[in-house]
T-cell receptor
Framework: AQTVTQSQPEMSVQEAETVTLSCTYD???????LFWYKQPPSRQMILVIR??????QNATENRFSVNFQKAAKSFSLKISDSQLGDTAMYFC????????????FGKGTKLTVNP | DVKVTQSSRYLVKRTGEKVFLECVQD?????MFWYRQDPGLGLRLIYF???????EKGDIPEGYSVSREKKERFSLILESASTNQTSMYLC????????????FGPGTRLTVL
């Protein structure tokens, strides 16, 4: 079964600094997608970034980028120039099978950006 | 913008009551999902629907059922609510196919007394 592990239950960072959230996973698939979702306090969960496993280039969305290491089954999220609005729960997710639309989520990392 | 709405933000029910949680999406998405979110456990999938009247069990379907009579609406039913079903319930929807983004509703915080 696919598993997703987020080893940092809570993290904090100063505004304008860079922070990296870790995610490791286990899968027997060769081609799959990986996702990072963000859930701000009392607001809806939204997609931050997604990576397709066959693409070697790491995905980037503005201040958000990933470090995808397929062999190590690692998918960390880097947030540059952290802003107060980045305070949120962050969830890493992986399809339960390569072609599935159902996701398995990690337990989340609570990130606090301090002024 | 994609919009996923849930019928209630907060709900308080008594043990043994039948509870209906409603979710509506306005983007003609094929897929709809019900998750349960608990602190320290992340999101766990209760049920998934990939078409009208079609459903698949997720990781924790026990004590729940679902109904999808129309494409835009996906209902989660607690046949006989119990205190261990006190939780945050999130609905999501997406287009069919691999790698598509799931769009989430605001959540319903259900308390069963």
């Amino acid at each position: 079964a696919q598993t997703v592990t987020q080893s940092q239950p809570e993290m904090s960072v100063q505004e304008a600094e860079t922070v990296t959230l870790s995610c490791t996973y286990d899968t027997s698939e060769n081609n799959y997608y990986l996702f990072w979702y963000k859930q701000p306090p009392s607001r809806q969960m939204i997609l931050v970034i997604r990576q397709e496993a066959y693409k070697q280039q790491n995905a980037t969305e503005n201040r958000f980028s990933v470090n995808f290491q397929k062999a190590a089954k690692s998918f960390s999220l880097k947030i540059s120039d952290s802003q107060l609005g980045d305070t949120a729960m962050y969830f890493c997710a992986l399809p339960i099978r390569g072609g599935s639309e159902k996701l398995v989520f990690g337990k989340g990392t609570k990130l606090t950006v301090n002024p | 913008d994609v919009k996923v709405t849930q019928s209630s933000r907060y709900l308080v029910k008594r043990t043994g009551e039948k509870v209906f949680l409603e979710c509506v999406q306005d983007m003609d998405h094929e897929n709809m999902f019900w998750y349960r979110q608990d602190p320290g456990l992340g999101l766990r999938l209760i049920y998934f629907s990939y078409d009208v009247k079609m459903k698949e069990k997720g990781d924790i379907p026990e004590g729940y059922s679902v109904s999808r009579e129309k494409k835009e609406r996906f209902s989660l039913i607690l046949e006989s609510a119990s205190t261990n079903q006190t939780s945050m319930y999130l609905c999501a929807s997406s287009f069919g196919g691999r790698g598509n983004e799931q769009f989430f509703g605001p959540g319903t915080r259900l308390t069963v007394l």
